[in-house]
């Protein structure tokens, strides 16, 4: 089942005075903001209708970029009356205007000025504004008026952050959980009886103990189920090694059932009479010198005494190592103790559980949790991090964990996630979100467009958004008119 969590989209920088108010009688038709690469372009179109500068007067129209103490003015574009166009053409020196700006005389100006100017875009400019300077002189350079507007208030915008999709997990209506574990008890040669304190008995009888009552002792937790497996080393016949495992491991099952007093039927016992697969694992990362020569023999189809006799008439001097250092640890008990957990309806009931035994929590219980918290906040986002440790191979565990990490700007972790999601159509549309966060859009495209076809109709959203952090314009639906 999908649903989507209202992340709120932070599209778009914050932009101001689309169109300038009147100073001079020349006001501001449209204007546009461009970085392509590493030049920066500016357009602006101003409209002469209205204009409205006297005898004597001269309007000097300037673009600035701005930002704190850093001000950079570029081409100035001025508008003379006749008499001021006479006097400073014979004073160049004197205008307030350079050679390489516009300059236009009152009667021949244009309805339209389309002003446009490329240069060189630097770090310094991330976060500038583009002001709009007007500034009005009169007889002997006089400054008769002096104004701003600000027509870009930041650029480039804030980066598009798109709608995150979350995937509620299915409901786990019995949730059964497990521990397992190994104990290594001793026993006296060739007897059964298990006793306590021989050796370390004590430790490894507590180690079945202490998982037991870490679950017996959980109000919201039922046992269901124990199973107890023990194995025997090669060492000796193999009639004797099935003897030994079958009466070692009936025996551990008397002394847990008289520990707890379960039901008939409850304890579960196996055997396996040697314990090859250890001895084999146990080879194979060991640096014996015959190392390959005794794998190849317990790998062999030789009858198990047979096997043993070889290896330890072969090479003495391993199997002497493998006796005193390796036989001891195949002589164990595994223990499985399976158990049901009771579900947590409720969100207040969830985050008692949360910070204090999360592995009681099912996936979709976080998920009911996460949906109380305010989208994108500390605690929402810290749901899906415990989430994902409780559940690190889960697809929807790590989709719903990618969009959080995605959200919080850490890309790598969001990336490492995904790698472990499904390939559903939230978890295609997240690739493609974490590549257009990324600026690498020519990667975020196709992602975005597959996922767009899979149905998830907020793709089209982030492509049309993706690529405009570095475009501003009056045109702009954010724009204050």
Known sequence: MRKV????????????????????GVTIERYKMERSGDSLRIDIRLNTAELNIKSRQVAVITPAIVKNNERVELRSCGIYSRMRDIYYTRNEHLAPTKESDMRYRKRRVPEFIDYSLNLPYTDWMDHSSLVLCHKGYGCCGAELWNE??????????????????????????????????????????????????????????????????????DKD?????????????PESPYTNNARLARGRTESLKQYVEQMYHFGEGFIETSFEPENWAGLEAYVAQS???????????????????????????????????????????????????????RNYT???EIEKVIFTAPQKLSLEEFYILAESYEPGSDLFNEVWEIAIRMYPNDGIANLNAANTAI???????????????????????????????????????????????????????????????????????????
């Open 5 to 24: 969590f209202a992340i709120i989209v932070m599209a778009a920088a914050t932009l101001v005075c689309a169109r300038a108010k009147s100073v001079d």
């Open 148 to 217: 701003a507007d600000t027509l870009v208030e930041q650029f480039p915008r804030d980066i598009y952050t798109p709608q995150m999709l979350y995937l509620r997990p299915k409901v786990e209506v019995v949730k059964t959980r497990a521990l397992k574990g190994t104990a290594y008890i001793d026993f006296p040669v060739s007897r059964m009886e298990i006793y306590p304190t021989y050796h370390n008995n004590a430790y490894e009888l507590n180690k079945i103990i202490g998982t037991i009552d870490s679950v017996k002792n």
């Open 221 to 233: 937790i039922t046992i269901k189920h124990l199973a107890i497996k023990g194995f025997a080393s």
């Open 287 to 341: 640096n014996l010198e015959h190392k390959a020569e005794i794998l190849a023999a317990i790998r062999s189809k030789r009858e198990p005494d047979n096997k043993e006799w070889f290896i330890k008439k072969n090479w003495p001097k391993d199997y002497r190592f493998l006796l005193e250092n390796c036989y001891p640890m195949l002589r164990r008990s595994d223990y499985r103790i399976e158990y049901e957990i």
């Open 346 to 348: 409720t969100p207040a």
């Open 407 to 481: 959200l919080k700007g850490d890309f790598e972790r969001a990336e490492s996630y995904l790698e472990r999601a499904s390939d559903c159509a939230e978890a295609v549309y997240a690739r493609g979100v974490l590549e257009a966060m990324r600026e690498n859009y020519n990667a975020a495209r196709p992602l975005l467009e597959k996922a767009e076809k899979m149905g998830i109709t907020k793709a089209r959203e982030v492509i049309e958004n993706m690529g405009n952090r570095w475009v501003v314009t009056s045109d702009d639906k954010n724009s204050k008119q």
